[in-house]
């Protein structure tokens, strides 16, 4: 990355963003379908639905800043996703896999609030009030989701799960 201007520092953000996106909706999948909890399965599932519609207002962001819609990679969530995959790879039981998915969303979900609340600033500055108007619709929608989620792993019942103690 070229790190020139404030544009160049928000394009980057911004793919990195759309990267993450398009990565957490097969994420989503998986966790929904590791989930046994009939209202884990939900969330993630609704989740997954509303991250379809977050590429495309990423899509939107591009196209009304004139530029393509391209992803950058972001180690991070790459690195969430093969904590994930390592520990499935373990083969858990149900309950403590349900109680890791649960807290891998809320891991995610903050990770893409704290990336939404970052290029917003920029994209104000930037004179693409739009374009933040986009950012800001999935950052309410990402908060909703980590709100969910957090719901779920306050009610979420340990004694299903033996103690090693």
């Known amino acids: 990355m070229s790190a ?14 759309y990267y993450t996106e398009k990565q ?9 379908s590791g989930s046994s909890d009939e209202s884990v399965k939900e969330a993630f599932s609704e989740h997954r639905q509303e991250t379809q519609t977050h590429v495309e207002r990423l899509e939107e962001a591009f196209e ?5 819609a391209e992803t950058k990679q972001d180690r991070v969530v790459d690195a969430m996703i093969e904590e994930h995959e390592e520990f499935t790879g373990q083969n858990p039981d149900e309950k403590v ?5 649960i807290a891998a969303g809320q891991k995610s979900e903050h990770y893409e609030i704290a990336a939404y609340g970052n290029l917003m600033p920029l994209a104000d500055q930037l004179g693409l009030e739009a374009v933040a108007d986009l950012l800001e619709e999935n950052l309410r929608e990402e908060q909703e989701a980590l709100d969910e989620l957090s719901q779920i792993g306050e009610e979420f019942d340990y004694g299903e799960i033996e103690s090693s103690a």
């Open 97 to 101: 896999l349900e109680r890791f998915n």
């Open 64 to 68: 009304r800043m004139d530029k393509s």
């Open 24 to 32: 957490l909706l097969d994420a989503l999948e998986e966790l929904e």
């Open 4 to 17: 020139d201007s404030l544009e160049d520092l928000f394009v980057d953000g911004l793919q990195k963003l």
